[in-house]
Nanobody, 125 residues
Framework: QVQLVESGGGLVQAGGSLRLSCAVS????????MAWFRQAPGKEREFVTS?????????NYADSVKGRFTISRDNAKNTMYLQMNNLKPEDTAVYYCASKVVAGNARLADEYDYWGQGTQVTVSS
């Protein structure tokens, strides 16, 4: 049974920082592209960032978070991270981690096989 478990969400003031973690269990971490998505109330789930298993430098970011968020992964620990700096109220959402095997468009939620339960991030103004 593959499980993805997010942690690290919370309430923070605008301009602050949070670090999310996504722990993967039930299978090897290598070979999978990992990603973060988010969903705000009344909005569709949207892509935030992704990282392939084979390179920590081939990352992909949504324009709205580029320069503020950093994705990373520790394959030895089966854990992915999302460092979020200079947070804005519009970053408020439930953040989900996801993983997939197949190559393709890392920004498409439908391509991902496994999802975590989500962690709430709330940024106050």
């Amino acid at each position: 049974q593959v499980q993805l478990v997010e942690s690290g969400g919370g309430l923070v003031q605008a301009g602050g920082s949070l670090r999310l973690s996504c722990a993967v269990s039930g299978r090897t971490f290598s070979g999978y592209t990992m990603a973060w998505f988010r969903q705000a109330p009344g909005k569709e789930r949207e892509f935030v960032t992704s990282i392939p298993w084979w390179s920590g430098r081939a990352t992909n970011y949504a324009d709205s978070v580029k320069g503020r968020f950093t994705i990373s992964r520790d394959n030895a620990k089966n854990t992915m991270y999302l460092q979020m700096n200079n947070l804005k109220p519009e970053d408020t959402a439930v953040y989900y981690c996801a993983s997939k095997v197949v190559a393709g468009n890392a920004r498409l939620a439908d391509e991902y096989d496994y999802w975590g339960q989500g962690t709430q991030v709330t940024v106050s103004s």
